[in-house]
């Protein structure tokens, strides 16, 4: 019988994740802290929490705002808007070290190999940006078309981010009106039965409930929640743009050192170190100078 070898064969390391996601624990936490604030707020005041709870009110606003959204937003903005609210609760991050490591590694590999030998790792390649760019590198197309066209789906993916948001911009403009119109709806009611002052006196108060769910929801969520979407993806453009230069760069058959200056300009600043204060300057341009 042969002898099966028992030795264990040396494990090459992982290779951090590009991507990963996660809870956003600042919308999350935000919108607890917003809510338990007002509600707080309104607990001190002497009031109850059921004095804002009124489902009619709630219906009124959130309906009439979807209902003016669907008026000026198309089916598919609004289908892509729906699609975008996990970008609001959901961090998907890109890890742009990670980007930079495994660019190199292409990097490293086309200079020793050529370019076509990347061609047996595209199936691996996790981001579909990526895996595009390189796919169009390895073809043989020419720099600028190349260029062109990655910017090109750069531009169409942040159009389509842009058209998300302004839906739910959209929704932050009306639901204040539309509140307001509850409101309004309300008195009409109250002044049916001007006969009882006490009634009267409680069903205004119950009527604004509903300009205070406009108000609410509009600047606790729709705006909010808008300008979530919009940082997202200029934080994905960001990251793309870093795979696009270095593929290009990669094309271009720049040497990987160079490739990797060139790519941490995309990544935030560590550790820079400050810069001393002009007291603190003086003090030290004081004590260099010897005694006499």
Known sequence: MAETNTEAQPKTPAKPKLRSARPDIASILGL?????GIMGGLV??????????????????LGGTLGAVMVTSPMSALIGAAKSLKKVFFEETVHLEAAVEEIIGYA???RKSSIIS???DLDKIVDPFLRKALSLAVDGTDLKELRAMMEMELDQAEKHA?????VYEAAGGYSPTIGIIGAVMGLI?????????????????????????????ANLFFLPAASKIKARIHSDVSAKELMLEGVISILEGMNPKLIRVKLEAFLPEKGAPKKPKKGAEGAQASQAVPAA
Do not use: P, W
Not at 32 to 36: D, E, K, R
Not at 49 to 57: K, P, R
Not at 190 to 198: A, Q
């Open 32 to 36: 607890v802290v917003a809510l338990g």
């Open 44 to 61: 001190l005041e002497g009031g109850k929490v059921s004095d804002v709870t009124q489902v009619t009110a709630a219906i009124i606003v």
């Open 108 to 110: 490293t590999k086309a």
């Open 118 to 120: 990347l061609e047996e």
């Open 162 to 166: 842009e058209a998300d948001a302004k």
């Open 189 to 217: 009611q109250v002044m049916k039965h001007l006969e009882n002052i006490e009634e009267v006196g409680r069903g205004i108060a119950v009527a604004f409930v509903a300009t205070v769910y406009g108000v609410a929801v």
